[in-house]
């Protein structure tokens, strides 16, 4: 929602038959000059709301491990096209997708081992979590169910959309693997859980269906919790 200062809100200009009132002479009483104040902020409010309507928030956090390839899955979300990234994460990284009044935030947060102590203080802003694996890094599965299982047991109800990434490369785990690897059954029993495979091919070029099922996916779950 945007905030707007009285002092700078420029109402004569927008309401010039308002301010035409604000610039008469001094106008004695009190409860009148009170009424005529109220009057010009509704008046300037209402203007606010016809003119700018406000656009709901929906933010959607995006975790995994580093090197699982968030960033290149998330971009070409947003961009609906092939955004191979690999520089990591450092932080926050903010993208959105704006559809009339409706925005859909995305907010990612690095997976280093400095930052992953933090996630958890993203999720009550949540209304969706995905949460990246690299498919091909076998030694690092449990790691990366470890820290799902913990993250998972902060909100019982938050829906998981679980990104097997770097399906393309040859020794990846398969998404029936990766299911059994991360434990999957045991957490989808009170929350609404995918399971999506995907790839960023690293010459941007085509972008892949499941990234765009992922987005169609996100796009009907956030309908769904509004």
Same mark, same amino acid.
């Given at each position: 929602?945007?905030?707007?200062?009285?002092?700078?809100?420029? =109402?004569?200009?927008?309401?010039?038959?308002?301010?035409?009132?604000?610039?008469?002479?001094?106008?004695?009483?009190?409860?009148?000059?009170?009424?005529? !104040?109220?009057?010009?902020?509704?008046?300037?409010?209402?203007?606010?709301?016809?003119?700018?309507?406000?656009?709901?928030?929906?933010?959607?956090?995006?975790?995994?491990?580093?090197?699982?390839?968030?960033?290149? !899955?998330?971009?070409?979300?947003?961009? *609906?096209?092939?955004?191979?990234? $690999?520089?990591?994460?450092?932080?926050?990284?903010?993208?959105?997708? $704006? *559809?009339?009044?409706?925005?859909?935030?995305?907010?990612?947060?690095?997976?280093?081992?400095?930052?992953?102590?933090?996630?958890?203080?993203?999720? #009550?802003?949540?209304?969706?979590?995905?949460? !990246?694996?690299?498919?091909?890094?076998?030694?690092? =599965?449990?790691?990366?169910?470890?820290?799902?299982?913990?993250? @998972?047991?902060?909100?019982?109800?938050?829906?998981?959309?679980?990104?097997? *990434?770097?399906?393309?490369?040859? *020794?990846?785990?398969?998404?029936?693997?990766?299911? #059994?690897? =991360?434990?999957?059954?045991? @957490?989808?029993?009170?929350?609404?859980?995918?399971? @999506?495979?995907?790839? !960023?091919?690293? #010459?941007?070029?085509?972008?892949?269906?499941? @990234?765009?099922? $992922?987005?169609?996916? =996100?796009?009907?779950?956030?309908?769904?919790?509004?």
């Amino acid at each position: 929602m945007r905030t707007h200062q009285w002092e700078n809100c420029c =109402l004569y200009k927008r309401l010039p038959v308002v301010g035409m009132c604000l610039k008469c002479n001094y106008i004695e009483g009190t409860l009148f000059h009170l009424l005529l !104040v109220i009057i010009c902020v509704l008046l300037y409010w209402l203007y606010c709301f016809v003119k700018e309507p406000q656009t709901r928030k929906q933010q959607i956090l995006v975790l995994g491990l580093d090197g699982s390839g968030k960033t290149s !899955v998330l971009n070409s979300i947003v961009t *609906n096209r092939g955004n191979h990234s $690999t520089v990591p994460t450092e932080g926050v990284h903010a993208v959105c997708i $704006t *559809n009339g009044n409706s925005k859909m935030e995305f907010l990612e947060v690095g997976g280093s081992e400095q930052l992953r102590q933090f996630w958890e203080r993203y999720l #009550d802003r949540a209304l969706a979590l995905i949460y !990246v694996v690299d498919s091909s890094d076998h030694s690092r =599965l449990p790691l990366a169910k470890m820290h799902l299982h913990q993250l @998972i047991q902060h909100s019982s109800s938050l829906p998981l959309v679980v990104l097997a *990434n770097k399906q393309d490369l040859e *020794n990846a785990y398969h998404i029936t693997d990766i299911h #059994d690897a =991360l434990a999957l059954s045991e @957490i989808c029993e009170k929350r609404k859980l995918y399971l @999506i495979g995907t790839h !960023v091919a690293t #010459d941007g070029s085509e972008l892949p269906s499941s @990234i765009e099922d $992922t987005r169609e996916l =996100l796009a009907q779950l956030l309908l769904e919790i509004h």
